[in-house]
């Protein structure tokens, strides 16, 4: 079954650190670009990062920039988001999704999402 | 960045019944439109890209049409599974961006 699952949200106090991971099965992760995407409470998606399908550049929101790693374990085939010095404005549920095209850079459009993790930055 | 600016934000509508929702970006940006579903504790799901075609497995009572900033989603004959939460996002420059969203109640 081709589906995406994340986990590692937690609740933590401003100024910790988190790392989220999310699974890929039914398919290879390393063929696609994989983003993360989050969605604070009553507001919209926000995309946040990416890394290319062969793992060659990453990108970042400016929100998160300096803060937050994307990285991925081809041999586990997860992705991962490393938090870095959490702010109350990080909490979200964040989801995992994969770029819709395969096997070069990212047509920045998401074909398959995940479930979603709940961060929860509270002190 | 580029704005996108969905309407309405709810709209309460009964099975059977057609609907449509708007979405207008902040500059022009052909085609590169996309639409998703999200349905509560699941995951968001991909409707239709590039403005109008629809993606795989998509039931064909979806459609999307637009282009430049004016863009729309159209749902015909309201089935109970697609009341849910819709968003656009453009996919025309970094970094993508979405919508709010538009609920879709039942009515």
């Known amino acids: 079954q081709v589906q995406l699952v994340e986990s590692g949200g937690d609740v933590v106090q401003p100024g910790r650190s988190l790392r989220l991971s999310c699974a890929a099965s039914g398919f290879t992760l390393s063929w696609h670009g994989m983003h993360w995407i989050r969605q604070a409470p009553g507001k919209g998606l926000e995309w946040v990062a990416v890394i290319w399908h062969d793992g060659s550049k990453t990108d970042y929101a400016d929100s998160v920039k300096g803060r937050f790693t994307i990285s991925r374990d081809t041999s586990k085939n997860t992705l991962d988001l490393q938090i870095n010095s959490l702010r109350v404005d990080d909490t979200a549920v964040y989801y995992c999704?994969?770029?819709?095209?395969?096997?070069?850079?990212?047509?920045?459009?998401?074909?398959?999402w995940g479930r979603g993790t709940l961060v929860t930055v509270s002190s | 960045d580029i704005q996108m600016t969905q309407s309405p934000s709810s709209l309460s509508a009964s099975v059977g019944d057609n609907v449509t929702i708007t979405c207008r970006a902040s500059?022009?940006?052909?085609?590169?439109l996309n639409w998703y579903q999200h349905r509560p504790g699941k995951a968001p799901e991909l409707l239709i890209r590039?403005?109008?075609s629809l993606h795989s497995g998509v039931p064909s009572r979806f459609s999307g049409s637009g282009a430049g900033t004016d863009f729309t989603l159209t749902i015909s004959s309201l089935q109970p599974e697609d009341f849910a939460i819709y968003y656009c996002?453009?996919?025309?420059?970094?970094?993508?961006?979405f919508g709010r969203g538009t609920r879709l109640e039942i009515k």
């Open positions: 500059q022009s940006m052909g085609d590169f």
């Open positions: 590039g403005a109008s």
């Open positions: 996002q453009q996919s025309f420059t970094t970094p993508p961006t």
């Open positions: 999704a994969r770029d819709g095209q395969e096997g070069r850079p990212p047509y920045w459009f998401f074909d398959l």
